[in-house]
């Protein structure tokens, strides 16, 4: 059977360019099945620089009479003739704008045809282009190029924080037992996790969890993550499930998660709210989804009468950062270029 009887073959910018874009793979642009009676035509943006793969396939064994591309309106890139098969055409863009793929059909009885649009960009920055004509070409044919920043994905790392505090003994009514850790999270916080921990347990704890996520990860109980966690801590933060060291035995502290007013009241032994409260900890251990972002107080109360207690706290904040990257598309506008 005849494939093409006729293309017209001076038309230099059909000709598939070998340009420095191998390491880009092709970009399915339209798929489209349709019945061809008389005329059918399609509207795409295309980018300077995209080599263009077009497939038609006639599908009921019957002759399409013409199928052209063209920079819209009319300006031809190219044509073919007389195609009752299957028509592979590799097609350089030379100037961003509109193009428009028209069929036309031969004779009076019905056909089903099928093609299918694939562009490879020739760099990076077109490769975001928009190929969507979301308007009537007809009624306005004027448009502009436009770029815009668009958000592509997320960027997802982990923020370590912490300290230690001294929380002062009573010392039968002569001192305050209370103390603050104050912390600001991160831009951008999802969740976080932390963990607080009175003198030698806080070693003991780390090394525990650190054993715990070794045991894991040879395991397979905890699956590979978007980000390597350097800490058992920040495995926990980012949703692993593992069983976190947790203890009441030894050297304790009490400790609420507040903003500042509410430390102010912990401070002077009136009611205040917080977000979480503790009493009785060696070593605790929470994951947090709220609060996400500002500045926050960890108050620590000791019952200890006589020594003072140094508390650690350790705070693993995951983050996930916007990743944006510059669309190429073209905006509808009045009047000429």
């Not at 009752?84 to 590799?90: A, I, R, V, Y």
């Not at 991160?186 to 525990?208: D, F, L």
């Not at 926990?236 to 009490?254: I, P, R």
């Not at 002077?268 to 972002?293: F, H």
């Amino acid at each position: 059977m005849r494939t093409l009887l006729l293309s017209l073959l001076l038309f230099p910018k059909a000709i598939f360019s070998q340009n420095d874009n191998s390491d880009i793979q092709p970009k399915l642009v339209a798929d489209q099945t349709f019945k061809l009676e008389g005329k059918s035509e399609f509207i795409y943006a295309f980018a300077e620089g995209d080599q263009v793969q077009l497939m038609v396939q006639e599908l009921t064994g019957k002759a399409i009479k013409t199928v052209e591309f063209m920079h819209f309106p009319d300006h031809y890139v190219y044509r073919g003739y007389e195609l009752d098969t299957t028509l592979q055409q590799n097609i350089v863009i030379e100037k961003t704008g509109v193009y428009l793929l028209r069929f036309q059909g031969k004779g009076l009885g019905k056909k089903v045809c099928r093609f299918t649009l694939h562009r490879i960009p020739a760099n990076a920055e077109t490769a975001r282009l928009n190929t969507r004509v979301g308007w009537d070409m007809w009624s306005n044919p004027n448009y502009a190029v436009r770029k815009r920043a668009v958000q592509v994905g997320k960027k997802t790392d982990v923020v370590s924080l912490g300290g230690q505090v001294t929380v002062s003994a009573s010392k039968f009514y002569t001192k305050k037992p209370t103390n603050v850790y104050q912390f600001t999270l991160p831009p951008n916080t999802v969740q976080w996790a932390y963990r607080i921990s009175v003198g030698q347990a806080t070693q003991e704890a780390r090394r525990r969890d650190a054993e715990k996520l070794k045991t894991a990860l040879q395991t397979g109980a905890v699956k590979l993550m978007s980000v390597q966690p350097q800490t058992a801590l920040a495995a926990f933060a980012l949703g692993a499930a593992l069983d976190m060291t947790v203890s009441s035995a030894g050297e304790d502290v009490e400790y609420a998660l507040v903003d500042y007013d509410n430390w102010s009241k912990f401070s002077s032994g009136k009611e205040y709210t917080s977000y979480i409260q503790q009493g009785s900890v060696s070593v605790d251990v929470q994951r947090r989804y709220k609060p996400l972002q500002g500045t926050y107080y960890f108050a620590l109360k000791s019952d200890n009468w006589v020594n003072d207690i140094n508390v650690s706290i350790d705070i693993e904040a995951v983050t996930e950062v916007p990743v944006f990257e510059t669309e190429i598309y073209l905006e509808p506008i009045s009047g000429g270029n």
